[in-house]
């Protein structure tokens, strides 16, 4: 990990902007949140902008700037494999662009690379980075990254949790970090919610050892929810043991599908490679699949299943 490089271009910029992917999940959230806090702990002098749609269903993470002109700056872009779905395309506008991700990679970007696709999230990497530089830290900044950690790993559960990505969450509670708040921040639900999910889980169809639940736009205004809501639902067919890959098919304003796919140990995104999707060994997603495609991906993952 390239720490002074990383510092170096830090320190050579009086604005930074720190973007993220669209549709946030919680270690996108996390990281850009997390790194913008500690930046501006330890760089007070310096603008720092946190950039993107405010559209997402966590309550926990302060709210994105608004700025119109950017001017010179240095951009740090997070959780981003491919550039098409980083939020806000003035990232480009960037005198220097430096890279965190955790993801197999897709488009090589920027001056700087920080990526380890063997990490379990972007949160547990810049923790790392922030416990290396040995300057000022706070439990804002570990609540924040910590929250990252705990969404992406699925509260330490699946196999990208590794004894790297326990010791960064062992640091930030060291920190300040408090677990059972962040637990219940993140993870209770609402009756709502748990009505929402119990609706998904009728509509649940299994075929070889793939489950899943195709939620059109008439199931979607049923429930009174949107495309953005439903992908939180993707866990409901977690945990069941003879469901060995489960997803979700959601159709969009413009009559395709985008899908969200999970497996327990059988490997996925190659699959989904193959649709023009793309993501993690067990946890990935496709767009733009039209019914004859979801028809054909659903047979192929039904297939695999079984292996």
């Given at each position: 990990?390239?720490?002074?490089?990383?510092?170096?271009?830090?320190?050579?910029?009086?604005?930074?902007?720190?973007?993220?992917?669209?549709?946030?999940?919680?270690?996108?959230?996390?990281?850009?949140?997390?790194?913008?806090?500690?930046?501006?702990?330890?760089?007070?002098?310096?603008?720092?902008?946190?950039?993107?749609?405010?559209?997402?269903?966590?309550?926990?993470y302060e709210p994105m700037d608004c700025v119109e002109e950017l001017g010179t700056f240095l951009a740090i872009?997070?959780?981003?494999?491919?550039?098409?779905?980083?939020?806000?395309?003035?990232?480009?506008?960037?005198?220097?662009?430096?890279?965190?991700?955790?993801?197999?990679?897709v488009d090589a970007y920027g001056d700087l690379q920080i990526v380890d696709s063997g990490r379990g999230s972007?949160?547990?990497?810049?923790?790392?980075?922030?416990?290396?530089?040995?300057?000022?830290?706070?439990?804002?900044?570990?609540?924040?990254?910590?929250?990252?950690?705990?969404?992406?790993?699925?509260?330490?559960?699946?196999?990208?949790?590794?004894?790297?990505?326990?010791?960064?969450?062992?640091w930030l509670m060291d920190e300040g970090a408090n677990i059972t708040k962040l637990n219940h921040a993140l993870?209770?639900?609402?009756?709502?919610?748990?009505?929402?999910?119990?609706?998904?889980?009728?509509?649940?169809?299994?075929?070889?050892?793939?489950?899943?639940?195709?939620?059109?736009?008439?199931?979607?205004?049923?429930?009174?929810?949107?495309?953005?809501?439903?992908?939180?639902?993707?866990?409901?067919?977690?945990?069941?043991?003879?469901?060995?890959?489960?997803?979700?098919?959601?159709?969009?304003?413009?009559?395709?599908?985008?899908?969200?796919?999970?497996?327990?140990?059988?490997?996925?995104?190659?699959?989904?490679?193959?649709?023009?999707?793309?993501?993690?060994?067990?946890?990935?997603?496709?767009?733009?699949?039209?019914?004859?495609?979801?028809?054909?991906?659903?047979?192929?993952?039904?297939?695999?299943?079984?292996?």
């Amino acid at each position: 990990m390239n720490k002074t490089k990383f510092l170096e271009y830090v320190e050579s910029f009086d604005k930074i902007c720190l973007f993220r992917h669209v549709q946030p999940d919680g270690d996108a959230l996390g990281s850009q949140v997390g790194l913008a806090k500690w930046l501006k702990l330890n760089y007070p002098e310096k603008e720092i902008l946190m950039l993107g749609s405010d559209l997402h269903n966590f309550t926990i993470y302060e709210p994105m700037d608004c700025v119109e002109e950017l001017g010179t700056f240095l951009a740090i872009v997070l959780d981003s494999a491919n550039q098409e779905r980083i939020d806000d395309q003035r990232y480009q506008e960037a005198k220097t662009i430096i890279k965190i991700d955790h993801h197999p990679e897709v488009d090589a970007y920027g001056d700087l690379q920080i990526v380890d696709s063997g990490r379990g999230s972007v949160c547990e990497i810049v923790a790392d980075l922030l416990h290396d530089l040995q300057m000022k830290m706070d439990e804002s900044v570990a609540n924040t990254l910590l929250s990252g950690i705990l969404t992406d790993t699925q509260k330490f559960s699946i196999e990208t949790t590794s004894s790297k990505t326990l010791r960064a969450a062992a640091w930030l509670m060291d920190e300040g970090a408090n677990i059972t708040k962040l637990n219940h921040a993140l993870f209770l639900r609402t009756r709502r919610n748990f009505e929402i999910n119990r609706e998904i889980q009728n509509h649940i169809q299994v075929k070889g050892a793939f489950a899943y639940v195709i939620i059109d736009q008439v199931l979607l205004d049923q429930m009174q929810i949107t495309e953005s809501d439903a992908k939180m639902f993707t866990g409901s067919m977690a945990g069941v043991r003879e469901f060995k890959i489960w997803g979700l098919f959601i159709q969009t304003e413009d009559g395709t599908f985008k899908a969200s796919l999970r497996s327990q140990n059988n490997t996925i995104n190659t699959i989904a490679q193959r649709y023009n999707g793309g993501g993690h060994r067990l946890a990935c997603g496709i767009k733009g699949l039209t019914h004859e495609t979801m028809d054909t991906l659903i047979n192929e993952l039904a297939e695999t299943s079984l292996l």
